[in-house]
Structure formats: C-alpha cells, structure tokens
Nanobody, 114 residues
Framework: QVQFVESGGGLVQPGGSLRLSCAVS????????MGWYRQAPGKQRELVAV???????DYTDSVKGRFTISRENAKNTVYLQMNSLKPEDTAVYYC????????WGQGTQVTVSS
C-alpha cells in the first residue's frame, strides 16, 4: 500500500517562495510518473506539475516559470519549488502518481497572503 507524506507548506507573502517535499513509501517510486496537485477552497483538485520517470517536466499554465518539480529516486521523494507565489496559489497541495493511486496523503497547506 502506497503512502504519501507531504510537508513544507506555510504562510508566505506574495512574491515569496516555498519548497514542498513529498515522501513516498510502499511502492517502487522510480517506476512512477509523479505529480503535484492542489485543491483550493470550493474548487476541484487540479494537477499542477508532473515529472516523468525520465525527468520530463510539465506544468499547468498558471505556474509555468514559477514552479519547478523535481524528484530524488534514492530518497523516494518528490519536490515542488514554488517561487513568485501569488494569492491564487493558496491551496492544499498533494502529491500522487499519475494516474493517481486511490490513497492520498494529508496534504500541506500553502497560504499566500499579506
């Protein structure tokens, strides 16, 4: 059974930065395409960034040029570096594979506010 443990969220001012981490256990991490997802209040969960097993990156348009996804297979961990944060980035952030497993972690709250 796969488990996801997200961390690194917090309260940050507009224009600030955060680095999220997600530790993955219970699976062969290196075999999976991994993604970061987010869910803002009253909205559906959306895919934000994807990294393939070979390191190919893809982002939703709203975060291109500001967010960077990376992975460290030796540590079964995926990261999301978020720069130039905007209030509209406020959400709970989750990691999962793509396609997703049915299990989700607790997520980590990111709040961008002055």
């Amino acid at each position: 059974q796969v488990q996801f443990v997200e961390s690194g969220g917090g309260l940050v001012q507009p224009g600030g930065s955060l680095r999220l981490s997600c530790a993955v256990s219970g699976s062969i991490f290196s075999r999976y395409v991994m993604g970061w997802y987010r869910q803002a209040p009253g909205k559906q969960r959306e895919l934000v960034a994807v990294i393939s097993t070979g390191g190919r990156l893809d982002y939703t348009d709203s975060v291109k040029g500001r967010f960077t996804i990376s992975r460290e297979n030796a540590k079964n961990t995926v990261y999301l570096q978020m720069n130039s944060l905007k209030p509209e980035d406020t959400a709970v952030y989750y990691c999962n594979a793509r396609p997703t497993f049915s299990q989700w972690g607790q997520g980590t709250q990111v709040t961008v506010s002055s």
